[in-house]
């Protein structure tokens, strides 16, 4: 069933979740853009058949309901663009051994990202950015091998990156911007052969960019703007064939740009490196990337 992008208003109404005729063997809810209100019916936890629940863009309120972590035939939970309060629960992952994609971002959700997400394991999306998650990122995300997007940015986080993250070889997006992160980006961030986009901005790393980032080869966004990073800038970095955008803004780099002409891919169009201590002569192979256009 799908309502999506109308102008429906009011609240998601109790019978979706009669269990019985047809709306029994419903495998898709989909009320996405939408202008409706009120809290999640938690009789919708007894469509034994659902597949995807789709609420996206609404005004909905309240907590999610238990009974829908108690849907097995779930494999995507997406409620993001809401106003939905609340906490995960410790054992989130019990009944759901199916669920693939899970996008709660946009609320106002809290509490401490459950460990328990680790037993998710066919998940490819864990979205909760921007709500106001806080405490450390659970290590043991690292055994979701099955991940390709990781989005936890405009959250109240803390700690450091776990190493373990170094285990997601499927992941493609990784993103924890808008957190109070420290410490040093782990090495094992290279292990992420098939990473494209690494966000990391405005939080509080440090230490030097490994220079291990050189082996992400399919690395296309790298955004660590407003940190605390210092050291010379890697070489290898300017070596990336595929990378488009690199933001260093606002942080303590120091050292001198390459000036061998092997180092300036033109791939590269963004270059952001204000702000810095970063010294020396301006190489004139930087003309190599000729598609710079900030």
């Known amino acids: 069933m799908d309502l999506g992008y109308n102008n429906f208003s009011g609240e998601i109404?109790?019978?979706?979740?009669?269990?019985?005729?047809?709306?029994?063997?419903?495998?898709?809810?989909?009320?996405?853009?939408?202008?409706?209100?009120?809290?999640?019916?938690?009789?919708?936890?007894?469509?034994e058949n659902l597949k995807d629940l789709i609420l996206f863009k609404n005004q909905l309120t309240g907590s999610i309901p238990l009974s829908i972590f108690n849907i097995s035939s779930l494999?995507?939970?997406?409620?993001?663009?809401?106003?939905i309060t609340g906490s995960l629960p410790v054992d989130i992952c019990r009944h759901l051994g199916r669920i693939k994609r899970m996008s709660l971002v946009s609320n106002h959700m809290s509490g401490y990202i459950p460990s328990g997400l680790s037993n998710c394991t066919e998940l490819s999306e864990l979205s909760l950015a921007y709500n106001n998650f806080s405490g450390n990122i659970p290590p043991e995300i690292g055994n979701l091998e099955r991940l390709e997007l990781l989005s936890l940015g405009g959250n109240n986080l803390q700690g450091t990156i776990p190493a373990k993250i170094g285990n997601l070889r499927?992941?493609?997006?990784?993103?924890?911007?808008?957190?109070?992160?420290?410490?040093?980006?782990?090495?094992?961030?290279?292990?992420?052969?098939?990473?494209?986009?690494?966000?990391?901005?405005?939080?509080?790393?440090?230490?030097?960019?490994?220079?291990e980032i050189g082996n992400l080869h399919k690395l296309k966004i790298l955004y660590l703007q407003f940190n605390r990073l210092?050291?010379?800038?890697?070489?290898?970095?300017?070596?990336?064939?595929?990378?488009?955008?690199?933001?260093?803004?606002?942080?303590?780099?120091?050292?001198?740009?390459?000036?061998?002409?092997?180092?300036?891919?033109?791939?590269?169009?963004?270059?952001?490196?204000?702000?810095?201590?970063?010294?020396?002569?301006?190489?004139?192979?930087?003309?190599?990337?000729?598609?710079?256009?900030?």
Request: aromatic share 6%; glycine share 10%; charged share 10%.
């Open 75 to 83: 494999e995507l939970l997406g409620l993001s663009g809401n106003q």
């Open 230 to 294: 210092s050291g010379s800038i890697p070489e290898e970095l300017f070596n990336i064939s595929t990378l488009m955008a690199i933001s260093l803004l606002t942080n303590n780099l120091s050292g001198s740009l390459p000036s061998a002409s092997g180092y300036w891919q033109t791939s590269l169009q963004l270059l952001n490196l204000g702000d810095n201590n970063i010294g020396g002569v301006i190489p004139t192979s930087i003309s190599n990337s000729s598609n710079l256009w900030a």
């Open 13 to 47: 109404p109790m019978w979706f979740g009669f269990n019985s005729g047809c709306i029994s063997k419903l495998e898709t809810l989909s009320v996405r853009n939408n202008l409706l209100q009120g809290s999640i019916p938690k009789e919708i936890g007894n469509l």
């Open 170 to 211: 499927k992941l493609q997006q990784l993103n924890l911007e808008n957190n109070h992160i420290v410490g040093s980006k782990p090495c094992t961030v290279a292990n992420l052969s098939s990473l494209w986009w690494l966000n990391l901005n405005t939080n509080s790393l440090s230490g030097v960019i490994p220079i």
